[in-house]
């Protein structure tokens, strides 16, 4: 299994605040790599695919970045509605895919 | 509109049986590799098993190989896992999640499974 390492597991931040969260893959994944985001009690959505692809729908403030075993998701100007737990995904080791273990992001 | 929608959850005895059924509508279900994943309370996401567009292939995280099982019908746009043998680590809430290029692009709204005497 390909583990994920995420960090920080938390942060605290403001609103207007630019926010970066890291992935590292335990191998190369190329460009494999997926973020969602979960909001309390609700279920993930999916924000970013294949490491900086945005999905439709999802606000231009989020993006990603990288390739192999590092990656990015940066939010550069954290509003509200964005405090919530995100979590980074490897779709390199289909059809087995595996999960980082969430960063959650709080507000200061 | 593009929608899952988990069914049949509970609270249920260690070493029971539960099966759970995700309904899809809204897209071409026969098209896409569906999976389920689970989130222990308080606890991050955990891919559990996946199965094939077809339905010819499956695949299973090593702690529920053996015990656990995916099917569905695509005459009827219904996924379902067969859960056997259930364990108190069992307990989570369990999403049906579509597969899109590697990313599980569309997720329902989960149900949760309790396995407790």
């Known amino acids: 299994d390909i583990q994920m390492t995420q960090s920080p597991s938390s942060l605290s931040a403001s609103v207007g605040d630019r926010v970066t969260i890291s992935c590292r893959a335990g191998?190369?994944?190329?460009?494999?790599l997926n973020w969602y985001q979960q909001k309390p009690g609700k279920a993930p959505e999916l924000l970013i695919y294949?490491?900086?692809s945005l999905k439709s729908g999802v606000p231009s403030r989020f993006s990603g970045s990288g390739s192999g075993t590092d990656f990015t998701l940066t939010i550069s100007s954290l509003q509200p509605e964005d405090f919530a737990t995100y979590y980074c995904?490897?779709?390199?080791?289909?059809?087995?895919?595996?999960f980082g273990g969430g960063t959650k992001v709080e507000i200061k | 509109q593009v929608q899952l929608v988990e069914s049949g959850g509970g609270v249920v005895q260690p070493g029971r049986s539960l099966r759970l059924s995700c309904a899809a509508s809204?897209?071409?279900?026969?098209?896409?590799?569906m999976h389920w994943v689970r989130q222990a309370p308080g606890k991050g996401l955990l891919w559990v098993t996946v199965?094939?567009?077809?339905?010819?292939?499956?695949y299973s995280e090593d702690s529920v190989k053996g015990r656990f099982t995916i099917s569905r019908d695509n005459s009827k746009n219904m996924l379902f896992l067969q859960m056997n043998s259930l364990r108190p680590e069992d307990t989570a809430t369990y999403y049906c999640?579509?597969?899109?290029?590697?990313?599980?692009?569309?997720w329902g709204q989960g149900t949760l499974v309790t396995v407790s005497s």
């Open positions: 294949a490491a900086s």
């Open positions: 809204g897209f071409t279900f026969r098209r896409h590799a």
């Open positions: 995904q490897q779709s390199f080791s289909t059809p087995a895919p595996t």
């Open positions: 999640a579509r597969e899109a290029e590697g990313a599980l692009d569309v």
């Open positions: 199965m094939s567009s077809d339905g010819y292939n499956k």
């Open positions: 191998q190369s994944i190329s460009n494999y």
